[in-house]
């Protein structure tokens, strides 16, 4: 069954009418008719099965046959703090990012950035990434949308990250402290991982130590040199993994 998002006034009753652009996206491309099956998330985790009934040009009606809490979404609450790329690798970073599992998302400005202020960054360009991380949700049989923070300049950066939860910073001068050993070492495993990716040619010396004086952790990711498109995901799966939460 097709999943949408919607919002979670429309599932108060039993009832439910779709109204807006979900019509034209159901009706004329799906071509759901009376008696179709399609499941509703309302970001809070939960799905609503609906069962359609009326199908208009203005408006789809219908009720809902049942409702269960969503079982994709990962204990590990995982937020990306990645630096800004070419504007296709960073959305490319949003989209397979959600479908891993991660949480949210924090678009960064470090030194090595080509966008130099946070001024280059446009509404629309936002709501196109917000766009982004909601149909991949869908696709991923997410119950949440990850959050998307608004862009932040890698001090204050930081300075987020130190409120709370293990933050962890992937650069390639580091060779001893591992991911594995990191996360084996903590009395508990973490609740919330803060995952620090920065941009093409990587963080500069005097960024990774403003970091560490903000409780960030330098680790390796092995010995190879990943593009800064990949090295968040593969350092979030790697997470997961190792927390037993890809299972």
């Not at 952790?217 to 498109?229: K, N, Q, S, Y």
């Not at 090295?231 to 997961?240: N, P």
Request: charged content about 25%; overall charge neutral.
């Amino acid at each position: 069954m097709h999943r949408l998002f919607v919002p979670a006034s429309w599932l108060e009753k039993e009832r439910v009418t779709i109204t807006g652009p979900l019509v034209h996206r159901l009706r004329n491309v799906l071509r759901l008719k009376s008696g179709a099956h399609v499941i509703l998330l309302d970001n809070s985790g939960w799905e609503h099965e609906m069962e359609i009934d009326t199908v208009s040009s203005q408006r789809i009606e219908g009720r809902v046959t049942h409702k269960s809490l969503v079982t994709a979404e990962p204990r590990t609450k995982i937020t990306l703090y990645q630096a800004l790329l070419k504007l296709d690798r960073f959305e490319w970073v949003l989209q397979k990012g959600t479908e891993l599992g991660i949480v949210g998302f924090v678009p960064m400005i470090a030194e090595r950035c080509i966008i130099g202020s946070l001024e280059e960054i446009s509404k629309t360009k936002a709501e196109r990434w917000q766009r982004i991380l909601t149909q991949a949700a869908e696709q991923s049989r997410r119950g949440r949308i990850p959050s998307l923070r608004p862009a932040v300049l890698f001090p204050t950066a930081c300075e987020e990250a130190a409120r709370g939860g293990l933050t962890l910073l992937p650069w390639e001068e580091e060779q001893e402290q591992t991911l594995r050993s990191i996360l084996r070492a903590a009395e508990q495993p973490p609740f919330s991982v803060n995952l620090f990716i920065g941009p093409e040619g990587g963080f500069t010396p005097q960024e990774m130590t403003q970091a560490q004086r903000y409780g960030a952790i330098p680790i390796t990711l092995g010995p190879r040199i990943m593009r800064a498109e990949t090295a968040g995901l593969v350092a979030a799966t790697a997470i997961l993994y190792e927390l037993e939460d890809l299972e």
